[in-house]
């Protein structure tokens, strides 16, 4: 079946110790997109790729990064996690025009400790 | 921009009631997606739904764009239906494709 794939589904790291978090789709979607979501709030856009186009959120800290390497990986990088960066995140994928709705892979939680 | 709300925010129900879910936009918006996010984190798509009414089993949805809101019902409800339901809407369009932000949530628990 057509899916998305997140892993690892749980990481726990240590503050400030970088930490990389990844994404694979056989669906093969012109966007994916990452978001972050807290304890009891809606998910919200850190960035998002349409192919190789990068887009980041103006409220995404410089903490954040992204790569996508080719359209069936992306990757999301944060490069010294403090505590107030655990939480879910989740990666989704979009075909694009005219096409829009989003399929979500099943998440990563973060633990910092 | 855009606000997106949802009510009621927190919802208990006996199994096998009916329920509506209700979606308040502030800004038109020309596409719209229902999520349930199940109790492992996931969000699983209901409907991708710009206008109109579709069904699917026990779900259905009405979006009516030109008044700003969507409804989710659900029928016949099992435990099985607990979680949080999310709806999403574009807020902006950049290279080639939307931006979503994501409605306040309703958090359902049904009871056996």
């Known amino acids: 079946d057509a899916m998305v794939i997140q892993n690892p589904r749980y990481q726990v790291t240590q503050f400030g110790k970088p930490v990389t978090l990844s994404c694979s789709q056989t669906l093969n979607h012109n966007v994916m997109y990452w978001y972050q979501q807290k304890s009891s709030q809606a998910p919200k856009l850190l960035f998002h790729?349409?192919?190789?186009?990068?887009?980041n959120e103006a409220d995404t800290p410089d903490n954040f990064q992204s790569r996508r390497p080719n359209t069936s990986f992306c990757f999301l990088d944060i490069r010294s996690p403090g505590l107030g960066d655990a939480a879910m995140y989740l990666c989704a994928t979009s075909s694009g025009n005219p096409y829009y709705e989003q399929y979500f892979g099943p998440g990563t939680r973060l633990t910092v400790t | 921009g855009i606000q997106v709300e949802q009510s009621p925010p927190d919802l208990i129900l006996q199994e096998g009631a009916n329920s509506t879910l209700r979606c308040n936009f502030s800004?038109?918006?020309?596409?719209l997606q229902w999520f349930h996010q199940n109790p492992w984190g996931q969000l699983i798509n209901l409907f991708y739904i710009p206008s109109g009414t579709k069904q699917n089993g026990r779900l259905s949805a009405t979006t009516v764009a030109t008044e700003r809101y969507s409804l989710l019902y659900i029928s016949s409800s099992q435990t099985t239906d607990s979680g949080v339901y999310f709806c999403?809407?574009?807020?902006?369009?950049?290279?080639?494709?939307?931006?979503?932000?994501f409605g306040t949530g309703t958090r359902l628990k049904v009871l056996a």
């Open positions: 800004d038109s918006v020309n596409n």
């Open positions: 790729y349409y192919d190789k186009d990068f887009n």
């Open positions: 999403a809407v574009p807020r902006g369009f950049t290279s080639g494709t939307y931006k979503y932000i």
